[in-house]
């Protein structure tokens, strides 16, 4: 298990200095317009008796609630708003500082007294906040904490912030810690609850396993099988079903839904299954660079394709710069130029 480094006063106070001087690290900024699931669902977890959410419709008002509430986190970690959330312990003696120092065993010792949900919380802010050592301490106590963990706003809060993170791992994190909050193990009873909840006539329920297939799906169980009834929803009549199963496509992270995903942005009736099926490919979920990469050829296609609304051409020469992050006009013979030219590289 690899150790946590510790956060001495004079870099915490130098942390603080530079969060009050400078805007916030844009690697905590949450991705364009990504949701997430807040309370006030009815939608009940398996095996939990919690409140389940269903996260609500996306837009730039909630985008910036988002980044605001990951600011105020940040804040928290190093001391800019004086000290931590009384619901959770004190962080400094985690976070991470010069390379390579290990913790003491006391500090280690701290951790393992802290109950799941605290440990939990812990990691996730330290992961948000780009602690190397987080995301591997998850990975190593997830499976502890099943069962244990209860969802709230705070665990909504902070798996949000681990989504929307500029690093996969930290993403990757968010959908372990939300498994194990939801009372979901990567076994086959989760899952036939789940197939069973995603045909049922409860809206909210369906959504909510939509969703949580998608989680399953990332952390590599059923892939396949949870790929092949996602890309059946895409057929669904309500646009509120497509637009789930277009942003649980996306959490898979699997090269397979990268096709289905550009087929929604071009096919589907609906300007916002149409919107976030770009979002997914561009830079929402959990694809690696090179995955996204893979959809250049067909967005280039898109970029003149006549069929296509203004809005959804536009929509791909956003997708185009968000990938490559080459600053280009939105001209769909300087894209073609570009990528001829590092073709032929």
């Not at 106590?141 to 949000?160: F, H, I, N, Y």
């Not at 699997?254 to 589907?268: F, G, N, R, T």
């Not at 660079?289 to 051409?313: F, V």
């Amino acid at each position: 298990m690899e150790p946590f480094q510790p956060f001495s006063a004079e870099a915490q106070n130098q942390a603080a200095q530079n969060n009050a001087a400078q805007p916030p690290d844009p690697r905590l900024q949450p991705t364009p317009d990504y949701g997430t699931l807040g309370p006030g669902s009815d939608a009940t977890a398996f095996g939990t008796g919690a409140q389940q959410p269903v996260r609500p419709r996306q837009d730039a008002r909630f985008a910036s609630i988002v980044a605001a509430l990951v600011g105020v986190f940040i804040a928290l970690l190093v001391g800019t708003m004086g000290r931590a959330h009384p619901s959770l312990p004190r962080l400094d003696k985690f976070i991470s500082a010069p390379e390579n120092k290990p913790a003491s065993a006391k500090d280690m010792q701290q951790l393992d007294r802290m109950g799941p949900q605290r440990q939990a919380e812990t990691l996730l802010q330290l992961a948000v906040a780009q602690n190397a050592a987080a995301p591997q301490q998850i990975a190593s106590r997830v499976e502890q904490w099943q069962g244990k963990l209860r969802w709230d706003s705070q665990m909504a809060t902070l798996t949000t912030a681990a989504l929307n993170s500029n690093d996969m791992r930290v993403r990757q994190s968010g959908v372990e810690v939300e498994l194990a909050a939801y009372g979901l193990a990567k076994d086959s009873a989760s899952l036939e609850s789940l197939l069973k909840a995603v045909e049922a006539t409860d809206h909210s329920q369906k959504i909510w396993a939509l969703w949580s297939l998608g989680l399953m799906a990332n952390r590599g169980f059923q892939t396949d099988q949870i790929l092949q009834i996602l890309i059946s929803h895409l057929k669904d009549s309500d646009e509120d079903s497509r637009h789930w199963a277009v942003e649980s496509l996306a959490l898979t992270g699997s090269d397979q839904a990268i096709e289905p995903l550009l087929k929604a942005m071009h096919d589907d009736p609906s300007a916002l299954v149409r919107e976030r099926a770009a979002c997914g490919i561009a830079q929402s979920g959990l694809f690696t660079p090179e995955q996204r990469m893979t959809a250049l050829p067909q967005l280039l296609n898109y970029t003149d394709d006549p069929t296509l609304d203004a809005s959804t051409r536009a929509w791909a020469f956003h997708a185009l710069n968000d990938i490559t992050h080459q600053n280009l006009p939105n001209d769909a013979g300087a894209w073609r130029s570009w990528y001829e030219a590092k073709s032929a590289q």
